[in-house]
């Protein structure tokens, strides 16, 4: 099966895409590609070295969990794309606090339990068979109202 670009299953735009490719979704799986290199997405955020620091280890997770999400409301017809939430993570661990320059990592998200608006999933990020990364991410479906209701709020003094 062929998939759409990243950007299709999700509300980023550049720079802050940060997936190169889809390269399978299922029913509670999916993986995305990303080069480490100064010629790809991630150019922007590489340090001196042109290594990605392992912080952005939680985003990587979290948007192949949107591209999932993403691809299971447009089988089910929903063309608009949904904005979703990180809660937060568990047992997030980069062992080398870094991805290295030239690396292909491979994210993948195995979905653990979901409702209409929670989801927990189990990630890990790998490059060349090693896996590099790995965690539990927790995700929030806001509904509409409660999108209108975070966003369009005055600044209070």
Not at 7 to 35: Q, R
Request: aromatic fraction near 8%; include cysteine.
């Amino acid at each position: 099966m062929s998939y759409l670009s990243p950007v299709a299953y999700l509300p980023h735009d550049a720079p802050m895409m940060l997936l190169g490719s889809v390269e399978c979704v299922t029913d509670d799986t999916a993986v995305c590609h990303v080069a480490v290199n100064g010629q790809s997405v991630l150019a922007p955020f590489l340090n001196a070295d042109g290594d990605l620091p392992g912080w952005y280890a939680l985003e990587l997770m979290a948007q192949t969990v949107g591209v999932w999400s993403g691809w299971h409301r447009q089988q089910q017809g929903q063309n608009q794309i949904a904005l979703g939430m990180v809660l937060g993570a568990r047992e997030l661990v980069c062992a080398d606090g870094r991805f290295a320059k030239d690396s292909t990592l491979e994210i993948t998200v195995k979905l653990l339990m979901q409702d209409e608006r929670f989801g927990s999933f189990e990630c890990a990020i790998s490059a060349a068979g090693k896996t590099l990364a790995t965690g539990r991410v927790n995700t929030f479906q806001p509904s509409a109202e409660e999108l209108i209701s975070l966003f369009n709020q005055e600044s209070k003094p």
